[in-house]
């Protein structure tokens, strides 16, 4: 469906980075697990530590509790050591947004004790809940839609409740765009979870002609975007505050196709939440009903 030359992480070099960013207990569990009930490593897609709590992993997104091993203090904090690289200042600014990315576009969310400020969230400290989750990347996912949506080329909005492949489906939209001749895109990734940013580098194949900027606000991102990097194409996750709808505005009024997505059940919650004039931007909706689902508009 979508060509690229873009070089990708194969499957086993991303599990293999994973297990570097590991407690070597934590791993040896999760192998052992694995090996016991037949399951294949390769399909893990979240790896949950909680102190004083057993280890969980989740398998093709089911839940698989190993009673046996219980997450210790150590683990917390050699896990932390790891995915910071033994250099927590370095990832100052990631840890306050509560997660770290590491190579191959994996993050592992944090929580602890939030220290707040006048700017809100100032620092987290005494980690002691870590979940990784595995990036997986789905390149013909919506195979035929995505050829219609980068065919007709209009203002589009993603609706779909957490966990059912919104993402999944706007990388291969992304992916789309960026292989067409003359098409710029660029993807303002505030959360870094489109990309999957390490360092600046997207560690998920977002096309040929695809720009990122990470970790700033989609306002801040998509003004950066227009008078600096001349792209045909934006594209945002999540959206859900004025802000942000305001920053899209912006940009279709520059003359700039948007793509975003946004969490909803259906069209109804997405107009409750950014209003009425959702339907004066986007011109095309899509409903994500379950896994592979849709509903257009």
């Not at 390769?42 to 093709?60: A, G, Q, S, V």
């Not at 602890?112 to 390149?139: P, W």
């Not at 801040?220 to 227009?226: N, P």
Request: charged fraction near 25%; charge should be neutral; aromatic fraction near 8%.
């Amino acid at each position: 469906c979508l060509n690229s030359i873009y070089k990708a992480f194969p499957m086993e070099q991303k599990m293999e980075i994973i297990e570097k960013y590991l407690p070597p207990n934590v791993r040896n569990a999760i192998r052992n697990t694995c090996e016991n009930q037949w399951m294949d490593f390769n399909d893990l897609t979240e790896i949950r530590l909680r102190i004083n709590c057993p280890l969980i992993i989740f398998i093709k997104n089911n839940e698989y509790v190993i009673s046996e091993y219980i997450v210790n203090e150590e683990d917390i904090k050699t896990a932390f050591n790891l995915i910071t690289e033994y250099s927590a200042y370095s990832f100052e600014s990631s840890i306050r947004n509560g997660y770290i990315t590491i190579p191959g576009g994996h993050r592992v969310g944090l929580g602890g004790q939030v220290v707040m400020d006048d700017k809100g969230i100032n620092i987290i400290k005494n980690i002691k809940f870590m979940n990784y989750r595995i990036s997986h990347d789905l390149k013909n996912a919506g195979c035929e839609l995505v050829n219609k949506i980068v065919e007709e080329k209009e203002n589009l909005l993603i609706i779909s409740p957490p966990g059912l492949g919104k993402t999944t489906l706007l990388r291969n939209i992304i992916r789309g765009y960026s292989n067409l001749k003359g098409i710029n895109v660029t993807v303002v990734d505030e959360r870094n979870e489109i990309g999957g940013s390490y360092r600046g580098v997207p560690m998920i194949n977002l096309g040929l002609r695809t720009d990122v900027i990470s970790d700033c606000t989609k306002y801040s991102g998509i003004v950066m975007a227009i008078r600096s990097m001349a792209p045909k194409v934006i594209a945002v996750d999540e959206i859900g505050s004025g802000a942000d709808f305001k920053a899209i505005e912006y940009a279709v009024n520059s003359g700039v196709s948007v793509v975003a997505t946004i969490h909803g059940k259906d069209l109804a919650e997405a107009r409750e939440k950014l209003g009425q004039d959702i339907d004066k931007i986007f011109k095309r909706k899509i409903v994500i009903k379950s896994m592979g689902e849709y509903v257009c508009i």
